[in-house]
């Protein structure tokens, strides 16, 4: 499909401007002020909706292959394309565990045949994720998007050490699931904050001996907020992630539902405020939805429910109603924290350009919602911001020049 998209406010250059933007052959042919029709293009009025560069999720569960009964690659990619993602990075926590290149080829089919915006996955740290053995790092390499064993902390510093020198000869980050097994406490919610920013710790000073790229998967305390400034302004080579949940609620917020249990979990204020500050000065360079479907079954029971809740659908109108609209952060930095950030660490995406594939999202940023988890397209129903009233609807999503997602409406 060719497409003509007039009357957008286009975000690019870290500005907006007024203008029109040619599609062709799935990719950005012009952007002009105002585009004459043309023969045997379609043309979408965006009635000046907002016009963004499809946002970056760098931390995704799409449950296939091995736990479909959560997630599909259709459902879970459906639901990135409305929640205005054209890129994701899906963890390995799967069946098989893509530790090796034949095991990762599985994932590799499911993504192929099922996904409707662009998935790269990550390969493991270690085999099955289990912490024993190293995975086959070198063979998963040219394949996969970064190494990860998300949803379990690699308890040993030996090995941890190895696989950062092994990371680096290859050319690929480290994104770490912090969490000492050691210092869990005895909350049944989830993790103290000692079990995350011990791990940051130690894994800084890894960092600080092997030169590898490092990341850290959903920050959630003050403590590690500090000890990531202070390894940036030494100079190593780390970025982090933190999630709206962290940025939006506080354990006050906390219900007796499965919809609250998520690792690690909300915190108090003093780490929620860290958080925005770090989000908001650069400290923490990006955010990811840390989408972690589960059946019904499995979210009953409040604290006794398995860990996850969803988030690509409403990820950006509640961080824009929760941050953007009370003037905590501007539009801009979100944006960049939404994908100029994550685009850049993990090396998937383009910008709005001439050239460029055509991976667009469009918002109505006037529009008003309220989050409904019975109308997620996800199969999984389980999100906290069940019943928020929320600013900013996704009007359409484009993945190299294919319309993905489409919800317009008339003036």
Same mark, same amino acid.
């Given at each position: 499909?060719?497409?003509?998209?007039?009357?957008?406010?286009? @975000?690019?250059?870290?500005?907006?401007?007024?203008?029109?933007?040619?599609?062709?052959?799935?990719?950005?042919?012009?952007?002009?002020?105002?585009?004459?029709?043309?023969?045997?293009?379609?043309? +979408?009025?965006?009635?000046? @909706?907002?016009?963004?560069?499809?946002?970056?999720?760098?931390? %995704?569960?799409?449950?296939?292959?091995?736990?479909?009964?959560? =997630?599909?690659?259709?459902?879970?990619?459906?639901? &990135?394309?409305?929640?205005?993602?054209?890129?994701?990075?899906?963890?390995?926590?799967?069946?098989?565990?893509?530790?090796?290149?034949?095991?990762?080829?599985?994932?590799?089919?499911?993504?192929?045949?099922?996904?409707? %915006?662009?998935?790269?996955?990550?390969?493991?740290?270690?085999?099955?994720?289990?912490?024993? %053995?190293?995975?086959? +790092?070198?063979?998963?390499?040219?394949?996969? %998007?970064?190494?990860?064993?998300?949803?379990?902390?690699?308890?040993? $510093?030996?090995?941890?050490?190895?696989?950062?020198?092994?990371?680096?000869?290859?050319?690929?980050?480290?994104?770490?699931?912090?969490?000492?097994?050691? +210092?869990?406490?005895?909350?049944?919610?989830?993790?103290?904050?000692?079990?995350?920013?011990?791990?940051?710790?130690?894994?800084?000073?890894?960092?600080?001996?092997?030169?590898? &790229?490092?990341?850290?998967?959903?920050?959630?305390?003050?403590?590690?907020?500090?000890?990531?400034?202070?390894?940036?302004?030494?100079?190593?080579?780390?970025?982090?992630?933190?999630?709206?949940?962290?940025?939006?609620?506080?354990?006050? $917020?906390?219900?007796?539902?499965?919809?609250? !249990?998520?690792?690690?979990?909300?915190?108090?204020?003093?780490?929620?405020?860290?958080?925005?500050?770090?989000?908001?000065?650069?400290?923490?360079?990006?955010?990811?939805?840390?989408? &972690?479907?589960?059946? &019904?079954?499995?979210?009953?029971?409040?604290?006794?429910?398995?860990?996850?809740?969803?988030?690509?659908?409403?990820?950006?109108?509640?961080?824009?109603?929760?941050?953007?609209?009370?003037?905590?952060?501007?539009? =801009?930095?979100?944006?960049?924290?939404?994908?100029?950030?994550?685009?850049?660490?993990?090396?998937?995406? !383009?910008?709005?350009?001439?050239?460029?594939?055509?991976?667009?999202?469009?918002?109505?940023?006037?529009?008003?919602?309220?989050?409904?988890? =019975?109308? +997620?397209?996800?199969?999984?129903?389980?999100?906290?911001?069940?019943?928020? !009233?929320?600013?900013?609807?996704?009007?359409?999503?484009?993945?190299?020049?294919?319309?993905?997602?489409?919800?317009?409406?008339?003036?």
């Amino acid at each position: 499909m060719k497409f003509l998209l007039k009357n957008a406010k286009i @975000y690019r250059n870290r500005a907006f401007e007024s203008a029109d933007i040619v599609v062709s052959d799935g990719r950005i042919a012009d952007i002009v002020s105002a585009h004459p029709p043309i023969d045997g293009f379609t043309v +979408l009025d965006l009635n000046q @909706y907002f016009l963004f560069p499809g946002l970056v999720d760098v931390h %995704v569960h799409l449950r296939e292959p091995g736990f479909s009964y959560k =997630e599909t690659m259709e459902s879970g990619t459906l639901a &990135a394309a409305r929640g205005g993602f054209t890129a994701v990075c899906a963890m390995p926590n799967l069946k098989p565990v893509p530790d090796n290149g034949e095991a990762l080829a599985v994932s590799e089919r499911r993504i192929a045949e099922g996904a409707c %915006v662009h998935v790269y996955p990550y390969g493991a740290i270690t085999c099955g994720e289990a912490g024993r %053995v190293l995975a086959d +790092l070198e063979a998963m390499a040219p394949r996969v %998007v970064a190494f990860s064993d998300d949803g379990k902390g690699v308890q040993n $510093d030996d090995m941890m050490r190895e696989a950062m020198l092994r990371a680096k000869r290859l050319g690929k980050v480290i994104a770490a699931h912090c969490e000492d097994e050691s +210092l869990l406490g005895d909350s049944v919610w989830g993790g103290s904050p000692e079990s995350e920013w011990k791990q940051v710790e130690r894994d800084l000073k890894l960092v600080a001996e092997t030169g590898c &790229a490092y990341h850290v998967c959903h920050v959630s305390t003050k403590e590690s907020v500090a000890l990531l400034r202070e390894a940036k302004r030494a100079g190593l080579d780390v970025t982090a992630e933190t999630a709206p949940h962290y940025l939006l609620l506080t354990e006050d $917020d906390r219900r007796e539902e499965g919809r609250f !249990k998520m690792n690690p979990p909300i915190r108090a204020k003093a780490d929620r405020e860290a958080l925005r500050e770090g989000l908001a000065d650069g400290t923490i360079d990006m955010v990811a939805t840390d989408h &972690a479907p589960h059946s &019904a079954e499995e979210k009953a029971g409040g604290a006794k429910a398995m860990n996850g809740v969803t988030g690509l659908e409403t990820s950006f109108a509640t961080l824009y109603t929760g941050l953007v609209k009370p003037g905590i952060l501007t539009l =801009e930095t979100l944006l960049e924290r939404m994908h100029t950030n994550p685009a850049k660490r993990f090396g998937i995406a !383009k910008g709005i350009e001439i050239g460029a594939p055509a991976d667009l999202t469009v918002f109505d940023l006037d529009a008003e919602w309220t989050v409904d988890e =019975e109308k +997620l397209v996800s199969k999984a129903k389980c999100t906290p911001f069940h019943g928020m !009233k929320v600013s900013g609807e996704c009007r359409l999503t484009m993945t190299e020049g294919k319309i993905v997602w489409q919800h317009m409406t008339e003036n």
